[in-house]
Every structure is written in C-alpha cells, then in structure tokens.
C-alpha cells in the first residue's frame, strides 16, 4: 500500500482539483483531506458519513465555585488575564498551562479538555473517505492530521487497498509535516507566479528534510511561459522531476461550479493531461 500526498507551498494552486481527480482516477485506494483548518474535497466526492467523532485536544481551566474560596491567588498568577474578578475563565484567553491548577489551596480549579474538532469516516462513490472539520480558533491542527491519517491506514489495511490518497493543507506548517510523514511520494503542486514559485521552494526544503521523494506539476503553465520555465530550471538543478504541466482552462472553472472532480468533467487536452500525471505518479511509486 502506497501513500500519495498532494501540498502546495500556498493556497489556490488547484491542489485539491488533483486530488479529487486522482480519487476518480485511481482504483482500490481510500482518500484522506488533511486540510483540517479548511476542508473542502468533500465538495468534490459528496461522501455519505457513515461515523462521526469528536476530536478533543489542549485543556481549558475550570473553577468550582462551591469550593473556590476567593483567594484570588489564581487571579494574580495568570499572566494571561483569562480570570476575572467573578473568578469565572475567559475560554479564549486561557492558555491551558496549569499554573492555577497548581497554586490553588482550595482545589478548586481543575483542567478539562477542548472539544476542538470532529473527524469523519464517509463513503463516496471513489471508495472510503476519512476527513474532518477543526474547530474555529482551534489548535493542534497538526494531532487532527495524524489522528485522520491512523485511521485512513486502518481502513486501508484492513481492506487491503492499494493507495492512500492524501489531499494535504497548503503552507509548511505542523498541518503540512503531520501529512507529510511516512508518504512514498508528495505531489509539488505550483503555479507560475512569483508567490507560487517561492512558496513551492519552501515546501520542497520541508520536503528534502524529511527525505521525502517529491515531484512538480505546474498548474496553469501557459499563463506565465517565463516563470514556467524557471521552475523548470530550478527543479532540474535540485534534481526534482516535473511530473506534470496542465494549461490553463475555464472548463476546469466550470467543473467546480459543477463540483465534479476535472478529469471527470473536462474533455480533450485537461483529461490527458491529468490522466497522464496520475500514471506518471504510479510509476513513480512503483
């Protein structure tokens, strides 16, 4: 079973276009969307959820009033002001670390966990789909990764699939390295701006440090023919391989107005042109 992730050093440059159309392409594979802070490729596959979990990370103060004796020693200790003189937490600026845990003679404040997301395990008509929805200004985006990728590999394990298919967050975030590890290969997807060409740089150094095997498609490469070209050359001298260049094209436009996956929608040279980045990415992993 081999284990395909799909980033881009930034947002927009079509990466989850590519996912959606390597579920439509590829047989026998279960698909993750580690893009937890902005999931969106269940747009694409309208899955069927078949189980919902809530994910709980990071802890938030609580104080029982019937035992507080109003010290105010936790008041005075949180140096991020998440107490007030009603001795009631503020949520949003309590940071969790403790300390009022700890100092306070009654016993009265205890630590409980945050219920910071849920994580989903669906079906869709490409096969299982595991994906999930971090909460607003939730943290530890990075453990909902790893927790979705673990359960992605039991369902792959178990039913001896071929593929798992990662449509992974844009950046070089914990997001980015928690779907990074342990993949045969990740999928540089880039386009020909000059942000695309300098966020695609930072992903691939993200990449090398891990020792990951990496490899480039140039998205809408006919609309900066120069720029196409100087990530060419700059993937020649770091020894990375162009794996793919697919031309700019409303049709592809309409195919998200539509929400079906582009190699689906699309006819002629965009079809060809994705069909042969996924065979490309095959041999690649062998």
């Known amino acids: ?146 927790k979705i990728r673990q359960v992605a590999k039991e369902i792959a394990d178990r039913e001896k699939t071929d593929y798992i298919i990662i449509d992974g967050p844009p950046g070089i975030g914990c997001p980015v390295i928690a779907s990074l590890s342990g993949v045969d290969l990740a999928v540089i997807v880039t386009e020909p701006t000059v942000s695309g060409i300098h966020d695609m740089t930072r992903v691939l150094e993200v990449a090398a440090h891990f020792d990951i095997k990496t490899g480039v498609v140039i998205n809408k490469y006919d609309l900066n023919l120069q720029n196409s070209k100087l990530i060419e050359e700059f993937c020649k001298v770091k020894n990375i391989n162009i794996i793919g260049q697919i031309p700019f094209s409303l049709e592809v436009n309409r195919s998200i107005v539509k929400t079906v996956p582009a190699v689906e929608f699309c006819s002629g040279i965009i079809r060809e042109k994705i069909t042969a980045i996924w065979e490309t990415v095959v041999n690649n992993v062998g």
């Open 1 to 146: 079973m081999k284990q395909i992730v799909v980033i881009s050093g930034k947002g927009g440059t079509g990466k989850t276009i590519l996912s959606a159309s390597f579920a439509a392409l590829a047989r026998n594979k279960v698909m993750v969307d580690c893009d937890v802070d902005a999931a969106d490729l269940h747009l694409l596959l309208h899955p069927k959820i078949k189980e919902r979990n809530e994910f709980k990370s990071g802890k938030t103060a609580r104080i029982d009033r019937a035992l507080c004796k109003e010290c105010g020693k936790c008041i005075k200790a949180c140096r991020f002001n998440a107490i007030n003189q009603n001795f009631a937490v503020d949520s949003i600026s309590c940071e969790g670390c403790g300390l009022c845990v700890y100092i306070c003679p009654a016993n009265a404040v205890a630590m409980e966990e945050n219920l910071s997301g849920e994580w989903f395990i669906s079906e869709s008509k490409y096969g299982p789909f595991v994906h999930a929805k971090l909460g607003i200004a939730s943290e530890n985006s990075g453990k909902l990764v790893s």
